[in-house]
């Protein structure tokens, strides 16, 4: 044992539990709500630790953000759409909450097909076996013909050269009346005038294995909706900034169109990112929790409880 020796217990000094700072009180508990209870006393029985605390903070801020009429921006990957959440998105549009959805390339062929279709995803590993994994024909036509803004030329409007791929997708939607535009982000965005950008990488969606498509227009129109984000993140002083369900392509496009708006002069200091994901992905923490100097949640958990139930306090708190 050399010189070390056990050492002795009697020596250590102590002082008072009434003298001790905790981090858990009986305060903070969650109380039972009870059978029949309500929403709102539902979640006021919540505890007042981590995550429950986070998706208070959450519903504060968007409140806040809507009541002084500041933008709330939701970027959101496809899944949020393939598990049927698009009715609480557009509600959402219709009150006036959320003032801009950005969609990746594949968020806007679910809501196209949705829209059009009523239905949508396929079994990828099923027609990747054959080699028709996202070979519908209807889909790949309409869309890149929408893209090419040859649905306003056929209307008579041949200044296309504003509009983003979003606005071109929502239209198209409109103008052909597609049988459920009632339950597309996009053709809703189209009828209200709210902002919907879509955000492509070039081959990372079916409708890009398409003889219909004109790489050109696609990124232009992409482009145009890039822009067009930059502009509204310029105004997201006291705003919200929600990410939601994208790992990768949206953290990076909001990290640069916010950059873009701070450079052409706006303040925007005082805001709140959230991030929503089953879990927490690198991108999304540093991107939209970490490197924007902004008051951050991150709230983890599947989208189709942890949407309805951010949605549902939102209403309740409004």
Known sequence: MG??????????KTYSAHERSTKVELAS???PAGKGASFEKFYSSLPHFLAADSLRGSVEAIAKAYKKKR??????????????????????????????????GAGSIHDFEIATLGRTSEDV????????????????RDMNQAIRGSGDQEAGNQDISGSGMGQLLGKKLLQTKAPHQNLSIMATGAKLGT?????????????HMSPHVDAEALGKASFTDFR????????????VYLNLGSAVLLPEVFLKALTV?????????????INMDMIQHYRPRQNVLSRPGSQAFALTGHHEIMLPLLYQAVIEKL
């Open 3 to 12: 010189k070390y020796k056990p050492v002795d217990l009697n020596k250590i």
């Open 29 to 31: 508990f969650a109380r």
């Open 71 to 104: 933008p709330v921006v939701i970027g959101m990957g496809a899944h949020v759409i393939k598990v049927g959440l698009n009715p609480i998105i557009i509600d959402l549009m219709k009150k006036g909450i959320v003032t801009c959805v950005a969609l990746n």
């Open 125 to 140: 590993a099923e027609g990747l076996e054959t080699g028709m994994f996202g070979m519908v024909e209807e889909t790949m």
């Open 195 to 207: 902002p919907v950008t879509v955000h492509v990488a070039i081959g990372t969606d079916t409708i």
């Open 228 to 239: 067009l984000l930059c502009s509204v993140l310029g105004d997201l002083e006291g705003g």
């Open 261 to 273: 708006a701070r450079n052409l002069g706006n303040k925007i200091k005082n805001f709140t990112t």
